[in-house]
């Protein structure tokens, strides 16, 4: 590994607080191999929307503001920043180094994402966006770029 890959794989290993690593580490392993991505990608974006409904729902009348106003409910919970970037198919959203990897490890970032798809899917609907709106992960989220892209539109 080269001096940028080794920071970066340090910083992920620090998302997560010490005395919760090995759980979550069995807890992905298991849920892994026992469970088909799908699923979990389901199960996942359950636990966001729950997740969601305690945490506080953004607000902003123009893109700014809105972005603004998630990244001070990422910051506030040290769960990375968010870029949103409006293009002709729908809203993308950047989702910075989410504590995912570091919390589930490399192997789970198949399903582990769908998490922020639940917690963005609230948020929105909370803010009145209409129900054919959909939030969607446009790719593979990566171990080395910690960025996760979404996408925030009509059903493609």
């Known amino acids: 590994m080269n001096?940028?890959?080794?920071?970066?794989?340090?910083f992920a290993r620090q998302q997560c607080s010490t005395q919760w690593g090995a759980f979550l580490a069995a807890f992905a392993s298991e849920f892994g191999q026992q469970i088909p991505?799908?699923?979990l990608r389901v199960l996942m974006a359950r636990l966001g929307n729950a997740m969601a409904q305690s945490i506080p729902v953004p607000a902003g009348n123009t893109i700014a503001e809105l972005e603004e106003s998630i990244n001070d409910v990422w910051f506030d919970m040290d769960w990375g920043w968010t870029r949103l970037v409006e293009k002709d198919t729908g809203l993308f959203i950047e989702h910075h180094v989410a504590p995912l990897q570091g919390a589930f490890g490399d192997q789970a970032l198949a399903w582990s994402p769908a998490i922020l798809e639940g917690i963005y899917a609230h948020w929105f609907s909370?803010?009145?966006?209409?129900?054919?709106?959909?939030?969607?992960?446009?790719?593979?989220?990566?171990?080395?770029?910690?960025?996760i892209?979404?996408?925030?539109?009509?059903a493609a």
């Open 3 to 10: 001096k940028l890959e080794d920071s970066l794989d340090y």
């Open 37 to 39: 991505v799908a699923e």
């Open 126 to 147: 909370t803010m009145g966006a209409a129900s054919a709106l959909q939030i969607t992960q446009v790719e593979p989220a990566l171990p080395d770029t910690m960025l």
């Open 149 to 154: 892209v979404f996408r925030f539109g009509r």
